[in-house]
């Protein structure tokens, strides 16, 4: 148990709805990751946050937004769902921002989009 | 521009023999290297990282990797592949500028009896 709890762990949905999906991070950990497993794309980074602030983006689209709220804990918030968007979706934390910390990583959640 | 390439998407071995993971990296600096290792349905764990000290790595469940500066690469060893050792490796190497992590596209690695 890595310490890093994710909410849900499955959700089903059609095309074109929204859904959030929530991370809480290890305690003591400021920084939040999120990352998207598919078959055909492997794992993308999506969008990393320290302390309530966007740090870093990766590939993540215009249709998924994500915040991080004073607790730490996180929300990732996808809209006008595509099939393509079927994937699991794991959230990661790490005590800081630094590229030589360890990341903790989630159970994840799997989205289908049917 | 940094970049992180494992060279086979699939490895092979038989129980009780070596295991060889292979991953090229790309930096302008001196940069941190992690091995992830993902279990079939599970969540991703660090194996080991390397950040500058000793440049042969120990890890967890006997797994070693060494930085080889002059060859950029970071393979992953295991005298003695084990049926637990079946899963996917990342290998993850931070970027200079913003310490973003890039990743490796996965080597799945198979075990036969």
């Known amino acids: 148990d890595s310490g890093v709890t994710q909410t849900p762990k499955h959700l089903i949905t059609a095309t074109g709805q929204r859904v959030t999906l929530r991370c809480s991070p290890r305690s003591g950990d400021l920084s939040v990751y999120w990352y998207q497993q598919s078959l055909d794309q492997g794992l993308q980074f999506l969008i990393q946050y320290y302390n309530g602030e966007e740090r870093a983006k990766g590939n993540i689209l215009e249709r998924f937004s994500a915040q991080q709220f004073p607790d730490l804990h996180s929300e990732l918030n996808l809209s006008s769902l595509e099939l393509g968007d079927s994937a699991l979706y794991f959230c990661a934390s790490s005590v800081v921002w630094g590229g030589g910390y360890e990341q903790f990583f989630g159970p994840g959640t799997r989205l289908t989009v049917l | 521009a940094q970049s992180v390439t494992q060279l086979d998407s699939h490895v092979s071995v038989s129980e009780g023999t070596p295991v060889l993971l292979r991953c090229n990296y790309s930096?302008?600096?001196?940069?941190?290297l992690f091995w992830y290792v993902q279990h079939p349905n599970k969540g991703l764990q660090l194996l080991l990282k390397?950040?500058?000290?000793a440049t042969l790595v120990k890890g967890i469940n006997g797994f070693e990797a060494e930085f080889k500066k002059s060859e950029t690469s970071f393979h992953l060893t295991k005298p003695s592949a084990h049926m637990s050792d079946a899963a996917e490796y990342f290998c993850v190497v931070s970027l200079d500028s913003n310490y973003q992590l890039i990743w490796g596209a996965g080597t799945k690695l198979i075990i036969k009896p």
């Open positions: 390397y950040t500058s000290a």
């Open positions: 930096s302008s600096y001196s940069p941190s």
